[in-house]
DNA sequence: GCGAATTCTTATCCTTTGTTAACGATTTGT
DNA sequence: ACAAATCGTTAACAAAGGATAAGAATTCGC
């Protein structure tokens, strides 16, 4: 829990103009109530049964989301660097969320607080535009649930491995097997075989050809 | 397409009010944008292909949501009384929708437009206030669909329909059992396997020790 | 670099679900 | 009220996926 550096501040600051530009005096103000998280590989950013009172914007590293289920680990997202990460939920309604974040690698994470944004929404300095932004951030998030809805309803868990397969996404080249598996709402013994009849679909028609 | 009558306004105002809070001057702005949709039963809210430009809110009836794949409707979604209604994505983004919005029963529903809201973001009697409510309502869309995708992550189908069972709303009464099944994932044939187990759990144990 | 842990694959067996079709009940339109 | 369409259940069979276990490959910690 460190204050930001400027190259910190300098990259969020770059990658927040997607959805709002700043003033040089509405983001030294907007700063004030930003700070860095550093999580080692296992560490939590969340936890499930607490309130999540931070929304964090991955600067490095990735990291899962998860339920547990019957004392076993459920994995239902990953985010990568550029992405926000929290539990929104849990965050937004300020109730224990249901689900644990977790680094898989080690990150570092810009992050402001709900009390923060609190204070920011009563500045009358900075408010609209805090407002704006973030109307445009949780419209951004409807649309990547939209998506993530349609593909559960419209796509077997094998469409959405070649989803990903086909995808700019890093998910299948840096993430364990198993957790992708949880991901696409398999076992990871099914995903490997979704995945020889991927690589090898030749060979079972041959037995039956040949 | 008709102009809202005072009591649909009246309605809707107050049940806008777990939002925000409008003024007179701001109400009669906003309202000026509003205008009633009339669906009569299996009519189109939006359809998919074309870009949704209305966000609406249902008076009276019930709509769903489906995909077509491989020429066969998926359900994945069903919307009633007092819910907002729209292909969020499609409408945010004004691109085409992937999914088609029909009305299940006769509907009402009070609806503003893509462009009315941008007049709206640019009026500065109310664009603070449109901000926030924006907002608000973009968030208690993501609790929505955060809620959805838990669902979908741990849940089994069989579990979600004693969800659906044991929740206050009307899914399940109102609704024609094979939309219920396409929306929990499986076949109608399935959804109704799953039906007797509940129902009479005891006749599979009895042919197996009598 | 070596032992331990983790990860991925493969095989076997078994349960569950999908597919198709038939039948009865209910609903709908006229 | 009656014919047609829709809907829900059941059965039989096929297909797919889960559970478990064993072994190979890879990664990790010291």
């Given at each position: 829990m460190k204050y930001p550096t400027e190259l910190q501040l300098l990259f969020f600051r770059k990658a927040l103009e997607q959805f709002v530009v700043f003033t040089e005096r509405e983001w030294d103000i907007f700063a004030g109530y930003l700070h860095v998280k550093t999580l080692k590989k296992k560490e939590y950013f969340a936890e499930a049964g607490k309130v999540c009172n931070e929304v964090g914007f991955l600067l490095r590293g990735s990291i899962r989301y998860y339920h547990v289920k019957?004392?076993?680990?459920?994995?239902?997202?990953?985010?990568?660097?550029?992405?926000?990460?929290?539990?929104?939920?849990?965050?937004?309604?300020?109730?224990?969320?249901?689900?644990?974040?977790?680094?898989?690698?080690?990150?570092?994470?810009?992050?402001?607080?709900?009390?923060?944004?609190?204070?920011?929404?009563?500045?009358?300095?900075?408010?609209?535009?805090?407002?704006?932004?973030?109307?445009?951030?949780?419209?951004?998030?409807?649309?990547?649930?939209?998506?993530?809805?349609?593909?559960?309803?419209?796509?077997?868990?094998?469409?959405?491995?070649?989803?990903?397969?086909?995808?700019n996404n890093n998910i299948l080249t840096r993430i364990p097997q198993h957790y992708v598996a949880n991901y696409l709402g398999i076992t990871p013994v099914s995903l490997s075989r979704i995945r020889r009849r991927i690589l090898k679909p030749q060979h079972g028609l041959r037995q039956v050809t040949g």
């Open positions: 019957d004392g076993v680990e459920i994995t239902g997202y990953f985010s990568f660097e550029n992405e926000f990460v929290s539990a929104y939920k849990s965050f937004l309604t300020q109730t224990p969320s249901t689900a644990s974040i977790q680094a898989m690698e080690n990150c570092q994470v810009i992050c402001f607080t709900h009390s923060g944004l609190r204070d920011l929404f009563d500045n009358p300095l900075v408010n609209y535009k805090i407002e704006r932004f973030g109307r445009l951030v949780a419209e951004a998030l409807i649309c990547c649930y939209d998506d993530r809805v349609a593909s559960f309803v419209t796509k077997t868990p094998e469409e959405r491995y070649m989803e990903l397969l086909h995808s």
